[in-house]
């Protein structure tokens, strides 16, 4: 059985992750059930503009690689298929989306998020054999801070791996109603090992 949904593009340029640093995604409200990642994201006219790559739940938001990103990694690939094609050096080992304190206060579970912050990352996935993982983070936490400072933009995020050193990041996890500050120590290097 196939099944399509329809959203709008709220967003034609969303920075979400370090794991193609550099790279934004399109920001819709189409419904991407769990699993079906990698389908297209169409226009009204047919025509694929994304390939259909990650959910926000609990919020109504999902993300889609740009197919213009698409190609150029199959172009990559497929001059030199036997060389692996990696986007950078280091990882942080999840995807994340940069969230305004605003949006976190009216939505979901982050109604009550403590902390003095104007924007946080949203973990969205950790990668079980990622240097956040390795560092006890999960999906849902909400980072405040790297190195003590605030962070403004996931792109932070990208900025502070390329040194390739460990580094501090202070964030919040949920149990029930209540929040509990971590303070971790996330090595990007861990994300490289096999």
Known sequence: ???????????????????????TYIQTDAGI???????PLVNLDGEVVGIN????????????????????????????PKKPVKSQEWSIGASYLT??????QRHGPWQNLPGDFDSAILLVKVFPKG????????PGDVVTEINSQ?????ADIVKTLQSGTPFLVKAYRRHGNQWTALTVNINPKASNSD
């Open 131 to 138: 240097a956040a993982a390795q560092a006890g983070l999960s």
């Open 99 to 104: 969230i305004g304190r605003e949006y976190l």
């Open 53 to 80: 790559s990650m959910t926000v739940e609990p919020l109504p938001i999902s993300f889609a690689l740009p197919v213009d990103v698409a190609k150029e990694y199959l172009e990559k690939h497929l001059a030199n």
């Open 150 to 154: 605030k962070v403004a933009h996931g």
């Open 33 to 39: 059930a769990k699993g079906n990642s990698g389908g």
């Open 1 to 23: 059985t196939n099944s399509i949904t329809c959203g709008v593009v709220s967003h034609s340029t969303r920075d979400v992750d370090s794991a193609r640093s550099g790279t």
